[in-house]
């Protein structure tokens, strides 16, 4: 049976990149099968937190989901420190999974940066614990931006090589779903690095919660420079940050790149800077009111939250005994 399960990261607000490369793909797909989404708060301490940031920030994070669109009653909405099983899991498939394996990660590599040797642990088997999110479930779809691709092949070596160790076929092998317009949203500064949450610089990206005149402000200050947007999609691969707005007109005007480039190239850049804030005021100035909206009542966000993760408990519980079972450690009597 078709299972989808995705999570995101409670370590700020979430932007542009994790909703045109992921939340958008999640709200399409919650009326076509069973979908579980998490917010994964123990990924999030894998990188140092602040206590009561990070508590808010779960809260927020939950409120933007159901803002853009999920909808809780058909979909699981949960945080994942509220279901055991995915630490359980984890530890058992650190057992499986191979130190070779994690080494070859470049998220780690990126997020640890030159001294590897202060990175935490946590950080080193960040990959394990989104194998066992996504196994706990016996997920098959996996939807996620491109920079997750490494991660759902890890999921799928770790679920390849527990079956093939207790000659099984317990775990389905996960695919990831990828979108084809905004698998990699760039930073609007530079254009080669992805946006991101923790770049410190928030000119970078665009928040689902900027207000229209800092969008405006924001995409100006992007199209600074640029001159024109060329007329011709070869050229305006030679112009990593230009490319990348282009894109962004694509994914948000549900459009192919070669249209926007026949709309707008070989004109000032005036007029694509005026209609790519325009979508983007129109599209995300709802959310954010229904945002404002959801986290004036946390008590009931944190109902919603609480039970989801019933829900999920009820599907990952049965799964984890499974799995005891299979390596000998049976719980159940
Ligand atoms: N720039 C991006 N373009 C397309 N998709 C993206 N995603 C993240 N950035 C982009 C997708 O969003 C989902 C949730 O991501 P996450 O918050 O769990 O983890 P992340 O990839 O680490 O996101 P950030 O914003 O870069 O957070 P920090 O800075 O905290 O690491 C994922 O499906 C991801 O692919």
Redesign the pocket.
């Given at each position: 049976e078709e299972l989808t399960f995705?999570?995101?990261?409670p370590?700020?607000t979430i932007?542009l990149?994790?909703y045109?490369?992921?939340?958008r793909n999640w709200v399409a797909m919650q009326d076509e099968g069973n979908c579980i989404f998490c917010v994964?708060d123990l990924?999030a301490i894998t990188?140092p937190q602040v206590p009561e940031e990070l508590r808010s920030h779960i809260r927020e994070i939950a409120a933007a989901l159901i803002a853009c669109g999920l909808d809780p009653d058909k979909v699981i909405l949960f945080r994942q420190s509220q279901v055991s099983a995915h630490a359980e899991l984890w530890w058992i498939l650190n057992s499986i999974a191979s130190m070779g394996w994690l080494n070859r990660m470049t998220?780690f590599k990126q997020?640890a940066g030159k001294d590897q040797a202060e990175a935490s642990v946590g950080l080193f088997a960040y990959p394990v614990l989104q194998a066992a999110d996504v196994l706990t479930y016996k997920t098959t779809h996996v939807?996620?931006?491109?920079?997750?691709r490494q991660h759902i092949e890890l999921a799928r070596d770790i679920a390849m090589r527990f079956n093939t160790i207790y000659a099984t076929e317990f775990f389905p092998l996960p695919e990831a779903v990828i979108p084809k317009d905004?698998?990699?949203?760039?930073s609007l500064v530079s254009g080669q690095t992805?946006?991101?949450?923790?770049?410190q610089d928030d000119n970078s990206r665009i928040n689902l919660l900027d207000d229209p005149s800092l969008i405006s402000e924001k995409i100006a200050r992007a199209c600074d420079g640029l001159g024109e947007i060329s007329g011709s999609q070869e050229d305006l691969a030679t112009s990593p940050k230009a490319e990348n707005l282009v894109r962004i007109y694509a994914a948000l005007a549900q459009e192919d790149v070669g249209k926007v480039v026949e709309e707008f190239g070989g004109s000032a850049t005036e007029r694509f800077q005026r209609a790519l804030a325009d979508r983007l005021v129109a599209e995300l100035s709802p959310i954010s009111q229904e945002f404002q909206r959801l986290l004036s009542d946390k008590a009931h966000l944190d109902r919603i939250l609480a039970a989801g993760a019933d829900k999920a408990r009820s599907i990952a519980d049965p799964i984890l005994d499974d799995v005891y079972d299979i390596i000998g450690m049976s719980r159940r009597s």
């Open positions: 995705s999570g995101i990261q370590t700020g932007h990149g994790n045109l490369g992921a939340i994964v990924h990188i998220q997020k939807p996620v931006g491109e920079d997750q905004a698998a990699r949203v760039m992805k946006m991101s949450k923790s770049d």
